[in-house]
């Protein structure tokens, strides 16, 4: 459920940082007039911090859901495998 926030704050902030192209954002002006008003520097601050929060929640919780295994060697060959850390 978390990475879906974090995948449609990513996707909130490429559509902030579209409203900043020139065709995009007279069409939204005419639909939405304040929008005219606002500077393309505080659209495109906004656009990227949302991108970058949204990222970030992504790469928190797409960690790996196993612990990683190691090899147990007796002289050569691999007798078993140890898990590493916690679920």
């Known amino acids: 459920m978390n990475k879906i926030i974090g995948y449609v704050l990513s996707?909130?902030?490429v559509v902030l940082l579209l409203f900043?192209?020139?065709?995009?954002?007279?069409?939204?002006?005419?639909?939405i007039p304040f929008?005219?008003?606002?500077?393309?520097?505080?659209?495109?601050?906004?656009?990227l911090i949302l991108m970058i929060f949204g990222v970030f929640?992504?790469?928190q919780f797409s960690g790996p859901k196993q612990p990683v295994e190691v090899p147990i060697y007796q002289g050569k060959n691999v007798v078993g495998f140890r898990r590493m850390g916690k679920k």
Request: proline fraction near 6%; charge should be positive; glycine fraction near 10%.
């Open 11 to 13: 996707a909130v902030g």
């Open 20 to 31: 900043t192209l020139k065709p995009i954002k007279s069409s939204i002006t005419t639909m």
């Open 35 to 47: 929008v005219q008003n606002v500077p393309d520097y505080v659209i495109i601050g906004a656009g």
């Open 57 to 59: 929640i992504v790469n």
